[in-house]
């Protein structure tokens, strides 16, 4: 299907791959009518889908037996796929799949905004200090695939990012978890912005970078972006797939002329 090493490379620099074909017609066509059958909002209880087979059968102890089938569909994909040697590869360690789920969205929801604004994850979405137990290890973060079942472009569902961001959030979170800096939110662009801005901040991320002129380029992206830039939408179709560092800087674009159907698998490094 593809050079896995040159998708890992590649994906470790830029944070973010697309792979044409991720799933042959026969795996579009299954997962998709679960999606469009159910509609199944993102978040929601209904959403995820069993992981492994202990999770599987649990659906048959309660009863669920449409969803018991459902995930057995999505399980037999997911090992075709071979997912999790991709994941260890990009890792370099051994790694579990932490999540399973698809959803849908449409068009006729909030047409005039994004589907999700600029942001990165892991960031802690503005929580006070007192409130936060535990920093984040900064190794400790999810490689993600999602699967787009429909197509999608610009201002129709593309998730947009910034390449290369990934590159500084880690070190935003390292220097927080290692207590060389403050912590102060940093999910939003504008939170973002003011977090760099602080001469401590970001002189320790200058002194971290391999590329030093990375966050020059990085910050001249965000005032593209907040220009309303579309530079880093891009389109896909149906079966079509991205793999991606969740501490890129990404958006999930609007959604203006059709419905958006995704299959999602998340993984996260084993850390002693």
């Given amino acids: 299907m593809f050079n896995s090493k040159f998708c890992t490379n590649s994906l470790k620099a ?5 792979i044409k074909n991720f799933l042959d017609a026969d795996q579009l066509k299954k997962v998709s009518s679960i ?23 649990l659906k048959i102890l309660n009863f669920r037996v449409d969803s018991f ?17 991709m ?14 789920d698809g959803y849908y969205n449409s068009a006729n929801d909030n047409k005039d905004k994004p589907i999700i604004p600029w942001h ?9 200090l007192k409130y936060i137990k535990n920093f984040v290890n900064p190794n400790d973060y999810t490689l993600k695939f999602f699967i787009y079942l429909t197509d999608i472009y610009k201002d129709n569902g593309c998730m947009s990012y910034i390449p290369g961001s990934h590159k500084v959030t880690y070190l935003i979170r390292k220097g927080i978890y290692e207590e060389e800096l403050d912590y102060a939110p940093y999910w939003s662009i504008n939170q973002l912005v003011n ?19 990375s966050l020059d380029k990085f910050i001249s992206n965000i005032n593209k972006i907040k220009n309303n830039n579309h530079e880093f939408d ?18 999930g674009s609007k959604l203006l002329y059709s419905d958006r159907m995704i299959l999602r698998f998340h993984f996260k490094p084993i850390i002693d």
Avoid at 46 to 54: G, H, K, N, P, V
Avoid at 69 to 85: A, D, F, R
């Fill in 120 to 128: 990165t994850d892991q960031a802690y979405s503005g929580s006070e």
């Fill in 14 to 18: 830029e944070g973010l791959i697309k």
């Fill in 87 to 100: 994941s260890k590869e990009y890792f370099g360690c051994d790694t579990k799949l932490n999540m399973i």
């Fill in 69 to 85: 089938n459902e995930s057995l569909t999505v399980l037999k994909i997911y090992n075709s796929l071979k997912l999790k040697s």
């Fill in 234 to 251: 891009y389109s896909l179709q149906a079966g079509d797939a991205i793999i991606f560092n969740e501490g890129l800087v990404h958006r």
């Fill in 195 to 213: 977090f760099i801005s602080l001469e401590k901040n970001r002189n320790y991320i200058l002194k971290n970078l391999d590329e030093k002129n």
């Fill in 35 to 57: 999606i469009l059958k159910n509609r199944f909002k993102k978040g929601s209880k209904e959403s995820y889908f069993a992981i492994d087979y202990r999770t599987l059968f």
